[in-house]
Every structure is written in structure tokens, then in C-alpha cells.
């Protein structure tokens, strides 16, 4: 191997050292793709939660005092928000209190 290694010219170890460090680059590039995806996923679902748990912290005292005006105030501004596609209103016991609203 090591004589094979002698006898290449400049141009072909250039070829084989850089041959080498694109096969490098590739599989660390592919592990670290598949460690990022679930990483990703992990923090969108954690924003996603956030921000309906931000929601419902919100439109909880227009529930509890049955102020449907503001409610739909409220809902109403939901529209403006980017992470915001769908939102409905249910009270503790389930019961829808605002029809969902869509993007």
C-alpha cells in the first residue's frame, strides 16, 4: 500500500486526499443530519406547546367570566399570529365555547 502510495504522482495523492475527505465529510454530514431532524422535531413540538399553553393561559379568564365578546376579541387577534393555524375554545368540562377558527 504504502509503495502504491510512492508511486502516484502529486496530482493523484491530491485525488485520493481529497476523495477521502469528501467520504469524510459525507458520513459525518448524514449522522449529524439524522440527530438534527429529531432535534428539530423536539423543538417544534416544545414551541408548539408553549404557545398553546400561552393561549389557553390567556383565554382563560374570558371562559371563566363567560365573556364571549372578549373571547372573540381575543381569537380574533390569533389570526395575526405566524405559529397560530387553528384555535378553538373548550371550557374544563369540554364543552366548546368558541368555534374553531382557521387560517
Known sequence: MMGMWRRLSVQGKLV??????????????LFYASRMDRSMQERAE???????????????????AKDDHGLAAFMGRLSSLADVQFAAVRSADGALVLRPTRR
Do not use: S
Not at 485520493?16 to 454530514?29: D, P, R, Y
Not at 416544545?46 to 371563566?64: H, S
Open 16 to 29: 485520493a486526499l481529497v476523495g477521502a475527505l469528501l467520504t469524510i465529510v459525507n458520513v459525518v454530514g
Open 46 to 64: 416544545r414551541r408548539a406547546t408553549d404557545v398553546a399553553v400561552l393561549i389557553g393561559m390567556t383565554a382563560a379568564p374570558f371562559v371563566q
